[in-house]
């Protein structure tokens, strides 16, 4: 059983689709989140969801919109995309926002042509 | 702002120890975290710490010292298996934001 699953595991797209990326969690986790790994390795938060409520939004452009249905599920939508978007995105979750440890998905590869 | 800097790669020996650094800036500090990624995998936890001093966890140990603005990981007895990236993050206590390292890549040969 998987505990943090996030669908596609690949996404190769074209400049200007809109695509968006799905986050499931079954640990009862209140806390979810999706960060950006780039080429260059560094991982950085783009938003994180506490019981559904945005609680984390970073400076992220606005082509890029989070929906959390329920606790559970986290998707991110991307409008428009640009080559610059092409990333890793992590899904993760974690008991609360102060929590020790957080639990990642595997990545959605996004390459963007 | 946040600045965490960490050693870019390391290379060490099968059953060596390595020692990997990692300084930080940060205003509400609120803990220090250690996490282990394999090439294609995802992050997963390796240690936390809050307060000065050493944590240790079987063959990695993470050690804090505030003051310093200063962490390191400590892996012994090393294996290939351990041959992943390492990430550094910390953690501010306004909206308890994770904030990660650029990461170091160890390479463990025979």
């Known amino acids: 059983d998987t505990a943090v699953s996030q669908t596609p595991k690949y996404l190769v797209t074209q400049m200007g689709n809109d695509k968006s990326i799905k986050c499931e969690q079954n640990?009862?986790?209140?806390?979810m989140y999706w960060y950006k790994q780039d080429s260059k390795k560094f991982l950085k938060i783009m938003f994180s969801?506490?019981?559904?409520?945005?609680?984390i939004n970073e400076t992220v452009p606005n082509r890029f919109s989070p929906k959390s249905p329920d606790k559970a599920h986290l998707n991110l939508h991307i409008n428009s995309l640009e080559l610059g978007d092409s990333a890793v995105y992590f899904c993760?979750?974690?008991?609360?926002?102060?929590?020790?440890?957080?639990?990642f998905g595997q990545g959605t590869r996004l390459t963007v042509v | 702002g946040q600045n965490i800097d960490q050693p870019t790669e390391m290379t060490a020996t099968e059953g060596a120890i390595v020692q990997i650094n990692c300084t930080y800036q940060?205003?509400?500090?609120?803990?220090l975290f250690w996490y282990q990624q394999h090439a294609g995998e995802a992050p997963t936890f390796l240690s936390y710490?809050?307060?000065?001093g050493l944590e240790e966890k079987g063959r990695f140990s993470s050690f804090l010292s505030r003051s310093k603005g200063y962490s390191y990981l400590l892996l012994k007895e090393l294996q290939m298996k351990d041959s992943a990236s390492y990430l550094c993050?910390?953690?501010?206590?306004?909206?308890?934001?994770?904030?990660f390292g650029g990461g170091t890549r160890v390479l463990v040969k025979p």
């Open positions: 993050a910390v953690r501010r206590a306004a909206g308890n934001k994770l904030t």
């Open positions: 710490n809050v307060l000065d």
């Open positions: 640990l009862g986790h209140d806390t």
């Open positions: 940060t205003s509400g500090f609120n803990g």
């Open positions: 993760a979750s974690s008991q609360g926002p102060g929590s020790t440890e957080a639990f």
């Open positions: 969801y506490n019981n559904k409520e945005l609680i």
